[in-house]
């Protein structure tokens, strides 16, 4: 299967479960693998027949600044719900969120979670922006 890859994409927002993370907000980065059939876009280099990548990045700006999340499973969640509601050729989505300043008490670079989903294993959401 083909993947479009946007990695590391950074966003400042207001998640997690302590009051200070939710007041002051902090960087997170995210990375989005998606799969699909690209072979049409390959040969009508349309793009019609690919995933509208700045769309994508559009759509996840969107949903990390709309809500503030407890955890940053519900946050990838809702992404990746959103991107097969809004883009039908996606087979699977796999989303990676890294969080470099989380209240862990000590040194580290940073907390990251990655979460995959495949379309037809996968109920999807029926409004947007969860």
Known sequence: MDKIILK???FYGYHG???MERKSGQKF???IEMSADLSRAGKTDKLSDTIDYPSVYAL???IQSKKKYHLMEALAESILQNLFKDFKKI???LVRIRKPQAPVGGVMDYVEIE???LRD???VWGSKIN
């Open 91 to 93: 087979k699977e989505i």
């Open 121 to 123: 294993q996968n109920k």
């Open 8 to 10: 590391a994409m950074s």
């Open 60 to 62: 996840i700006e969107k």
């Open 115 to 117: 979460i995959t989903r």
């Open 17 to 19: 479960v302590s009051k």
């Open 29 to 31: 980065y995210i990375d």
